[in-house]
């Protein structure tokens, strides 16, 4: 079985040192490298090709919100999960648009953050539900502010029901058990879809569809 292979970015040692020991137990993990501040980060992703990167976000020099921003440019395959002790709509908002896929706060169980780790890396995305309904009130409340503003033209109506279901944050099998099709046929949709909105990954996309008033939560 391949292995997810893990940076780990944060400046503080012995965060890393934690995160390395609970990662090695597990066995569809592999730790492949460690930066102690953004710039490190970003030139360890390009070198190593990580397919997940925990990225602290208040790091010396280059944040990890930069750090996100610079990486998901060159690199979008690479996930990323933030692992941060903030709570703050505003940190959110900002890695939300740099493309993280995941925002996980540093009390997370070890075993709800392997399968983060493990699900981000099959495509999927991840933040706390608490967090959830903050970021969908803050674009509701953009949204109201603006006249409405027309999806890109283009979107099939099974692609219209595939992004309803990732906004109410199902992962590709559930969608693909609720519409009667396979994993693969999702994944092809989502593909089609992220081209279609100009965006990177599935949060973005779910997070654009409620602004466009798509999806109702």
């Known amino acids: ?46 070198k190593i090709k990580p397919d997940i990167i925990l990225m602290d976000i208040t790091m010396p020099g280059t944040n ?8 998901k440019n060159e690199c979008p395959g690479i996930g990323i999960i933030v692992l941060t002790i903030h709570d703050q709509e505003e940190y959110l908002f900002e890695l939300i648009k740099a493309g993280a896929s995941g925002y996980v706060l540093k009390d997370i169980r070890s075993d709800l953050l392997i399968q983060t780790i ?22 509701s409340r953009l949204s109201s502010r603006s006249a409405r503003e027309t999806l890109p033209q283009g979107l099939t109506r099974r692609e219209i029901d595939v992004l309803r279901l990732v906004a ?18 999702v994944k092809n949709h ?23 008033k798509i999806v109702d939560l």
């Open 118 to 139: 493990l699900g981000v890396a099959r495509g999927e995305s991840f933040m706390p539900p608490s967090m959830t309904t903050k970021i969908f009130a803050e674009f």
């Open 1 to 46: 079985m391949k292995k997810v292979k893990v940076l780990i970015a944060d400046d503080h040692t012995l965060i890393r040192e934690g995160l390395y020991k609970i990662l090695s137990t597990e066995e569809a993990i592999e730790v492949v490298g460690e930066a102690e501040n953004g710039q490190q980060a970003v030139e360890l992703a390009f």
């Open 168 to 185: 109410h944050g199902e992962s590709n099998r559930t969608i693909a058990n609720k519409l009667y099709i396979s994993e693969k046929t």
């Open 190 to 212: 989502l593909t089609n879809i992220f081209q279609k909105l100009g965006v990177i990954d599935r949060t973005q996309a779910a997070l654009l569809a409620v602004k466009n």
């Open 64 to 71: 990890g919100i930069e750090a996100t921003r610079i990486i």
